[in-house]
């Protein structure tokens, strides 16, 4: 008998302690926030936004840019992810095309320069920050194959540099596609191609990664990687032989953005992570990792960035390179895809 | 679908069907229904997939017209067909030379060499690619024996194989040059043949089969690896790659489909081919062959130490390198020895990455071993449904013939299907372990049959007389019998979860990111020190977990296989 009560006492203290816990879970909203944002950052990120919104709890999917993309879109028809922090622009004008995107004006929208939200007046994305194209430029294998540090686009294409030049495959990667597509709206569609043929002749291959042909670089592995500015910032901080260049004609740029999955059944919760990704106090914190950010003022210079980054980036137009993004990749590879990495 | 089959039985057995009958069916059922679920609708929505566009719509052939009218991708086939027909020539040519070694001559050492050609099995395939960068890429050690030439291309993706492939080739070939009859030897030696003729009269036509299987499990291994080609496959385009390159950096899954279908073809074509020459072979070993004991002769037995001793320091100079790469500050301008390439967090990976490797192993080795032992108790010692049997058994088959991507792939397309009632696996660490227990099932699948072959089916009439269920004789026969089966293919499962990529390389999520995977990812974003960093940590748990199951079995053998010697 005593027996009984006992087993009869610990089974009422745990279902008690059950339900409990289930109420506490309750309370506690969890969003599936999909990110290519850099790892290290998604710890501040989240706790920056969490002394705000405690009840709401972030759970990040994050890979590369490519990969989210391709994740996103895979899961179209059963969407997995309630909210997108820090994805390319490009993608998520892929996705609204898809019309995968919830429109929401965050609180305080009028407050991001117009380069940084969607140009609706309900918008589907609103701009975090700004990505550059750089040339990571190997000191030491320069000086060992004797080339000169080149200053523009027009630089690359010289014979000099056959076979030292590595650029990610624009059509996997979200760096190697700013590039590309920038030099179309550079150049005008008919030189930017025949630019791509001249430069096409001294690349040695292109990488899946849009961060590898920096990584190459700064191992000596090739002595031009076309890349991005943070990844050549980094690598040299670290120690790498590297010089940053900026290329005079112009940058090709991309910006992490933010949207809502269209289908969330956490419409509140996402709402509050969108008004919280365009505060004053979010910018502050990209900034921590990238020179131009979406709240006018808050940008302060970032150590191995040029200055005047924002007079060398393009006006980048979008729209266009979204909606003409699959024509641009048809015939890249079409042209060059006999050079490119597995995969 | 019970009347069906039951056409076939005795009407009067179905009338003494005991619940111990019933049992059995059913738990065939299920086995079958399992492998159906797991592999073959994963597949046919994969073929389907290949037959639509991309907004679901049926289009036929079109996707396949798309893709052999593109250069570029069409130009993936021969190269993959060039790397596998390379690859093989030059592995079998290895094998065979160290094999022969190891079985026709007296050269010392050969339990050692043996041992040491068995690493690459322990690493996952990506681990050579990034060796063979430090050790001949452009900055690398050995550069110059290139001559100019890139590693980045047909000459990486072909050594990286060798070296990934030459243990399984090796395994056969030492089989199939054992089965050798002494007298043919002695037949040949006393009609005075020269021993070129000899080897070419006698030696090959014995070794044939093995050759020729040993061949198409190399070409199979080498069209359907990931690992090597994307690593170093620079602008080489193979057709492992193309699957990964349409669905990850284009999203275009039709394609992606479509690429594995071409894929699967030669895979499928090979394995069929192989099962064929493989029955051919049962008769070639009479009751009455005398076995083969090589007799000393110095100058051959120095050749092949020589030569064996050349493969074994190729092998060790390939995970040498990977090993000292992996504690390099920052090759190589910075040669400096560090512990900090282990520091994956640095990089944005994370050791919690190898722990879900090693959770996930450990659930491919548990449940992997009891579905597949099980079911192949169910084939080799079932009474009933011997038509269901049958078809679980050719199903098991299937696996080794899907390539690990085609198979991943197609997992997406079947269990993302909105409506799905599975779909709740999808991104869980559960999808990974189903996804490699079928992909390995094949070869444990044939260990237990072997090793159920050989316990005297007479357990099972015997108990069944007595009214012992069967799976009471599985529990306290069968099962303890096996025991060293049982051990080999966990640990065979549990290697192959912890360095397998390309199953899982569409499967995982950011909850279960595995080691192997982010030796990949590392690579791909330039952190070469660090992929190699973890790679080795890949190794050294399988060695780890190999040499444990050594010691274990050596312990068990005497305690539980006493029966085996009276």
Known sequence: MKLVNQIKLVALGLTGSMVLAASVAQAQTELKVYTALETEQLKPYAKAFNEQYPDIKIKWVRDSTGIVTAKLLAEKNNPQADVVWGLAATSLLVLKEQNMLQPYAPKGIEMLSPKFRDADANPSWVGMDAWMGALCFNTIEAKKHGLPKPTSWEDLTKPVYK?????????????????????????????????????????????????????????????????????????????????????QEGLGWDMEAAAIVKGTDKMDAAKKLMDFAITKQANEMYNKSFAVVGYPGVAKPIPHYPADAEALMIDNNFEWAASKRKEILSTWQARYDGKSDPK | MISVWNRNVNPADTVRLSKDDYIQRGVILIAVAFLFFTLLMPLSSMLVKSLQNADGDFVGLVNFATYFSNPVLFESVANSLQIALTSTFIVITLAFLFAYGLTRTCMPGKKTLRALTLLPLFAPSLLPGISLIYLLGNQGIFKGVLFGETIYGPIGIVIGMCFWVFPHVLMIMVTALSNSDARLYEAARVMKAS???????????????????????????????????????????????????????????????????????????????????????VAMLSARAVPFVPSPHKMKDRLFFGICCLVVSAILLVIGMAVYASFITFWPYNTALTLNNYNFEEVGASWDFYFNSLEMAAWVAVIGTAVVFFNAYLVEKGRAFEPVRNLLHLMAMIPMAVPGMVLGLSYIFFFNQ?????????????????????????????????????????????????????????????????????????????????????????????????????????????????????????????????????????????????????
Request: aromatic share 10%; proline share 4%; hydrophobic share 50%.
């Open chain 1, 163 to 247: 076979g030292h030049v590595i650029m990610p495959n624009p059509a996997s990667s979200g760096t190697g596609f700013l590039d590309v597509s920038s030099w179309l709206q550079m150049f005008g569609e008919d030189k930017g191609w025949g630019y791509m043929d001249r430069l096409h002749n001294n690349i040695a291959r292109y990488t899946h990664s849009g961060s590898k042909p920096c990584k190459l670089a700064a191992a000596g592995e090739t002595a031009i990687g076309i890349s991005f500015a943070y990844k050549g910032a980094n690598l040299k901080k670290k120690g790498a032989p590297l010089d940053l260049v900026f290329p």
């Open chain 2, 195 to 281: 021993p070129v003729r000899t080897f070419f009269t006698v030696t090959l036509p014995s070794a044939k089969y093995g050759l020729i299987s040993a061949s198409f499990v190399a070409f199979t291994l080498v069209i359907t690896d990931f690992g090597v080609p994307k690593v170093i496959g620079g602008e080489f385009n193979v057709l492992a790659t193309d699957i990964y390159k349409q669905v990850v950096g284009q999203q275009n899954f039709q394609m992606g489909a479509v690429v594995s279908v071409v894929l699967l073809l030669p895979a499928v074509f090979s394995f069929i081919a192989d099962r064929l020459v493989q029955k051919k072979q």
């Open chain 2, 418 to 566: 909105p409506g799905n009632p599975l779909n709740f696996i999808y991104a869980t660490m559960a999808i990974l372990v189903l996804n490699s227990v079928v992909h390995f099932y094949t070869v444990c699948h044939l260990t237990s049959v072997t090793a159920l072959k050989q316990i005297d089916s007479e357990f099972e009439a015997v108990s069944s007389s007595l009214k012992v269920p069967f799976y009471a004789t599985f529990w306290k026969v069968t099962l303890p019998v096996s025991l060293p089966a049982v051990l080999e293919i966990s640990v065979y499962l549990f290697v192959n979860a912890m360095t397998t990529v390309s199953a899982v390389v569409f499967l995982y999520s950011s909850d279960t990111m595995l080691a192997s995977i982010s030796v990949m990812n590392m690579d791909e974003a330039g952190n070469t020190a660090s992929a190699a960093a973890m790679a080795v940590l890949i190794l050294v748990t399988c060695l780890a977990v190999k040499g444990t199951h050594w010691l274990l079995s050596q312990k068990l053998l005497t305690v539980t296989q006493g029966w085996r010697n009276r």
